[in-house]
T-cell receptor, first 112, second 114 residues
Framework: SQQGEEDPQALSIQEGENATMNCSYK?????LQWYRQNSGRGLVHLIL?????REKHSGRLRVTLDTSKKSSSLLITASRAADTASYFC????????????FGQGTTLQVKP | DAGITQSPRHKVTETGTPVTLRCHQT?????MYWYRQDPGHGLRLIHY???????DKGEVSDGYSVSRSKTEDFLLTLESATSSQTSVYFC?????????????FGPGTRLLVL
């Protein structure tokens, strides 16, 4: 079964608004990563947060991690039409299995 | 795309035929992965490799086999394709498996099994 579960499955907002996506996972992790997938393309890495970090920023992206709740959130501020894509969280287990486990993703639509 | 190519990019085949998908990387990454992506299931790991001739199963490995005879190539074979294997297949690499690395993905292969 999937390690990461994302919520919501789909999100539609207006350009300029903020978008928040959540990810929950089941086992202890070394780090959690977020990826973006544009329609018909491969996934592209956005940001990585380690298990001992609580918040991380990269441009308009803000990621939080709560290991006690086994959850993470991705916030995209001042969204643009170009942010329209699917977003996936992925976890690297603390036992270093050599595998990233992906969630089912959140599909974000940003309307101009 | 970090020098990852997949071939073919699109394939239509018939039930019962064998199919081989190829992933080629120019980054000398140690780890390579094959995923399938289906609506409602996200990305599911089929097999992965942690070195030449070193492979392991993922969560949906039944009906698939892999081989890695060179660092740069990772082959996925569907022994006898079934309609349930219609999917988009992605290859990915990871530099050394150190845990704080990110994966790099290929462009995907769309496979239709009739």
């Amino acid at each position: 079964s999937q390690q990461g579960e994302e919520d919501p499955q789909a999100l539609s907002i207006q350009e300029g608004e903020n978008a928040t996506m959540n990810c929950s996972y089941k086992t202890s992790i070394n780090n959690l990563q977020w990826y973006r997938q544009n329609s018909g393309r491969g996934l592209v890495h956005l940001i990585l947060i380690r298990s001992n970090e609580r918040e991380k920023h990269s441009g308009r992206l803000r990621v939080t991690l709560d290991t006690s709740k086994k959850s993470s959130s991705l916030l995209i501020t001042a969204s643009r039409a170009a942010d329209t894509a699917s977003y996936f969280c992925a976890t690297w287990g603390s036992s270093n299995t050599g595998k990233l486990i992906f969630g089912q993703g959140t599909t974000l639509q940003v309307k101009p | 795309d970090a020098g990852i190519t997949q071939s073919p990019r699109h394939k239509v085949t018939e039930t019962g035929t064998p199919v081989t998908l190829r992933c080629h990387q120019t980054e000398n990454h140690r780890y390579m992965y094959w995923y399938r992506q289906d609506p409602g299931h996200g990305l599911r790991l089929i097999h992965y490799s942690y070195g030449v001739k070193d492979t392991d199963k993922g969560e949906v490995s039944d009906g698939y086999s892999v081989s890695r005879s060179k660092t740069e190539d990772f082959l996925l074979t569907l022994e006898s394709a079934t309609s349930s294997q219609t999917s988009v297949y992605f290859c990915a690499t990871l530099p050394s498996g150190g845990g704080v690395e990110t994966q790099y993905f290929g462009p995907g292969t769309r496979l239709l099994v009739l």
